[in-house]
């Protein structure tokens, strides 16, 4: 029983110190405002072409599955 104390007793000492360490930089550091730029591809920015977004023919979730993993139901 004494070695789990003891045990215990470091753990809570190093819980403290790591939650003390995290308050006093979340408390006194303040961070300097600054510009960012993010360089985005120009392959997001074009349009995706007509065939790769063809409409599904009934509209419905179950447009693109196969007729073995339709549900029964409607």
């Known amino acids: 029983?004494?070695?789990l104390m003891r045990?215990?007793?470091v753990m809570g000492v190093l819980a403290?110190?790591?939650f003390g360490a995290v308050y006093a930089l979340a408390?006194?550091?303040t961070p300097r405002p600054r510009e960012m730029t993010v360089t985005i591809p120009v392959d997001r920015l074009r349009a995706q072409p007509a065939?790769?977004?063809a409409p599904e023919?009934?509209?419905g979730p179950h447009a693109?599955?196969?007729a073995g993993e339709r549900s029964a139901t409607p």
């Open 1 to 3: 029983m004494p070695s």
């Open 7 to 9: 045990f215990l007793t």
């Open 16 to 18: 403290a110190l790591g």
């Open 27 to 29: 408390t006194f550091v």
């Open 51 to 53: 065939q790769a977004r």
């Open 57 to 59: 023919p009934d509209g």
């Open 64 to 66: 693109t599955a196969s």
